[in-house]
């Protein structure tokens, strides 16, 4: 779901940027991976992830496209991409700026997870990430079996790379895929559900709490839907902002519109395609 980094936060050099570039990378690589908002808040351990509801099933092959603004102004996309293989699922999702803000940093990332068709259980979660000068491609990948998650990270600029391993209780969710698990789980209008959320070694319960039934509005059309807030215990990044995914209201549960709202200014995914290919 393979490409991303922790979204929303800058990447931390020994140089500092201007803080109009700090913001431009921070709400360019973003919402793919919603979850990770919630999933900075100090790691926890977690219980393991509940399997999907009856009846659900993953798409065997669809391709979702988002426009993403920040404020007022176009900022970028994000295509996502479903495709069966074999008993499990692959995820992929690649994250683009544009027009002024790609003058000012660009970014081009690249992600894929794969992970369980029946269970929900990611096992390979891939990051390429190019922003700026920065660029860096990680695998995380988690051995059930022998109860590891095992990250490996290389920086293509300076050469310098890493290789971490850390215990993990069960089955879990990556920040990617997340954001298109909960759309398995029953959503009733008050409620809450949680998700356990690995990443980059962190094992995190994110919360999904079903607040209040809306209309949206995107360019592929007027969807009623269901606004959901993932937060984890520690709160949403402490005192940084929140995020919002409505999903329709039925029982595909398609998330067709994602918000965080920052400091420095709010950012929006609107759903613009939805095909089956």
């Not at 509940?50 to 970028?76: H, I, N």
């Not at 860096?136 to 051995?143: A, E, I, P």
């Not at 559900?193 to 999904?208: G, L, S």
């Amino acid at each position: 779901m393979g490409r991303v980094r922790a979204v929303f936060l800058p990447h931390q050099s020994n140089h500092k940027e201007p803080d109009q570039t700090v913001k431009t990378r921070a709400m360019a690589a973003p919402i793919l991976c919603v979850f990770a908002l919630a999933a900075l808040a100090h790691g926890q351990k977690t219980a393991t992830l509940t399997a999907p509801r009856a009846g659900f099933s993953f798409q065997q092959k669809q391709t979702l496209t988002y426009e993403v603004d920040w404020r007022v102004f176009p900022a970028g996309t994000a295509v996502l991409h479903f495709e069966v293989a074999g008993d499990r699922e692959r995820l992929s999702a690649t994250a683009d700026t544009i027009g002024a803000i790609n003058l000012l940093f660009h970014v081009d990332d690249h992600f894929q997870s794969t992970f369980d068709r029946e269970k929900g259980c990611t096992y390979e979660f891939d990051k390429q990430t190019v922003e700026g000068r920065r660029q860096v491609n990680s695998t995380l990948k988690l051995d059930y079996q022998k109860g590891l998650s095992i990250l490996d990270e290389k920086n293509l600029v300076t050469g310098q790379t890493k290789h971490v391993e850390s215990g993990i209780p069960g089955c879990l969710t990556d920040l990617l895929t997340g954001v298109f698990y909960a759309s398995s789980q029953p959503m009733e209008l008050g409620h809450s559900f949680v998700i356990p959320v690995v990443d980059a070694m962190r094992n995190v319960p994110v919360t999904m709490k079903i607040e209040v039934r809306e209309q949206v509005k995107t360019p592929l059309g007027t969807f009623n839907t269901l606004r959901a807030q993932p937060t984890a215990d520690a709160g949403v990044v402490k005192n940084r902002g929140a995020i919002w995914i409505w999903y329709t209201d039925d029982e595909r549960h398609l998330p067709v519109q994602m918000r965080a709202r920052l400091f420095w200014g709010t950012i929006t995914f609107r759903l613009t395609g939805n095909e089956n290919k």
